[in-house]
């Protein structure tokens, strides 16, 4: 089994050797003084990129995890809560509300369609919302959803905003302050580029007090923010073990996060997808969504008639070494997802196109060959 393969699916990403080496270094005592240091310094990068002031939560587990304990801390049993859907991770996040006991009104919105903020506020006036739930980008639409407009929205109504921003942190703007998002989440494996293993959740003072003040304990033991508020003002006390190694690769994926500079790192993230989208309609691939809701992230292509799904991945990966994943819900097997985010760089997007392309052309897809890469390279270097 060769181990060279370049992985395009939207999580886990391809990691730096710097910091898989990270992964290597001696195990540290939890409670020691150098861990510590690590810890403290690891939270007030992750401050920098959620843009929070208040408080951040880095936990072993993943993505789903982050989502468990952000719902668990401020929801209790009977709590109205509306959750917007529009894809595979929003249904997840009713799921795991209702799960623990709450009242869950969801507002589905077409799979490739992000929701109209008029049709949110209606639904928020309808009914005295403790919590509004979303997904920032939706991993099985590659919808970017209005979530400055939502915290908007949440903040006039006096709704709890949660956002799950597992497939942009890192890779597209949040500003968790700025834009009212008092619980969100992310994990390590997107954007970030460290490793699947961490996940992290912020809360603001206003979650910080709905947890203070609620009457029922949280559902989670592990994931309660109070027992965990007094190892993130000291890491040298002890309340369960941090994953030590994953806590050096995910310090050393805040500080190449931040080495590269925000902005920079967004603009990149736009402009490869950006070019990986012009390469996909220039050899007259479908998109599922319409670039005004596109994230920079991930994108969703339609397969053209005729190719089918298990044969083109298998020769992406066995004739390209290339992973791309598969679609999930009503969309499987009908289209594709390919991930371009975390270190993604423009040989990655030429080389993914270019095996779409050869993957394509095996499949009897007629077109003209090079075009794909023709219209990545005029975007690329512009
Ligand atoms: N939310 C989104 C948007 C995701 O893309 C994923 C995973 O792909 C999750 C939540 C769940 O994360 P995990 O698989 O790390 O548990």
């Known amino acids: 089994m060769t181990e060279r393969e370049l992985v395009m699916i939207p999580g886990p990403t391809n990691v730096d050797p710097k ?29 920098k990129i959620f843009k929070t002031g208040g408080v951040v939560l880095p936990l072993a587990g993943t993505g789903t995890l982050g989502a468990e304990v952000a719902f668990s801390n401020i929801t209790e049993p009977g709590d109205n809560v509306l959750v917007i859907s529009g ?18 009104d969801k507002l589905e919105v077409p799979w490739g369609s992000a929701p109209s903020i008029a049709e949110v506020e209606k639904k928020l006036s309808s009914t005295k919302y403790k919590i509004m739930a979303a997904v920032h980008v939706d991993t099985s639409t590659a919808v970017a959803n209005p ?53 992290v959740v912020s809360f603001d003072s206003k979650a910080q007090k709905v947890r203070e003040q609620r009457k029922t304990a949280p559902a989670s033991y592990y994931g309660d923010l109070k027992r965990w508020l007094p190892i993130l003002n000291d890491p040298t006390k002890y309340f369960a073990t941090p994953p030590v190694n994953m ?10 996060v931040l080495a590269e500079g925000l902005e920079e790192r967004f603009s990149r993230h736009e402009r490869m997808a950006s070019a990986f989208r012009a390469g996909l309609r220039a050899i007259g691939l479908r998109l599922l969504c319409n670039d005004n809701v596109a994230s920079n992230t991930l994108t969703v292509a339609y397969y053209p008639d005729g190719v089918r799904d298990a044969e083109f991945r298998k ?5 390209f070494g290339i ?58 270097t512009r």
Request: charged share 20%; aromatic share 6%.
């Open 315 to 319: 020769s992406m990966l066995d004739g």
């Open 247 to 256: 806590m050096y690769a995910l310090y050393e994926g805040c500080r190449m």
């Open 147 to 199: 979530a400055k407009e939502l915290g908007a929205l949440a903040r006039a109504k006096d709704v709890l905003f949660l956002l799950d921003t597992v497939c942009s942190m890192g890779g597209m703007d949040v500003r968790v302050d700025e834009w009212g998002i008092n619980v969100c989440f992310t994990g390590s494996q997107k954007a970030l580029a460290v490793p699947p293993g961490m996940t």
């Open 323 to 380: 992973v791309v994943a598969g679609e999930l819900g009503p969309l499987r097997e009908k289209a594709f997802r390919v991930g371009h985010m975390g270190n993604v760089n423009r040989s990655d997007i030429l080389a993914t196109l270019g095996a779409i392309e050869g993957s394509l052309s095996m499949g009897g897809y007629k077109f003209q060959l090079g075009a794909g890469i023709a219209a990545a390279i005029a975007v690329l």
């Open 87 to 104: 894809g595979y991770f929003g249904d997840r996040l009713a799921e795991i509300a209702v799960n623990l006991g709450a009242r869950v």
């Open 19 to 47: 910091v898989l080496r990270s992964l290597a270094r001696p195990t540290l005592a939890h409670t020691s003084g150098t861990f510590a240091t690590i810890f403290k310094e690891t939270l007030v990068d992750l401050g």
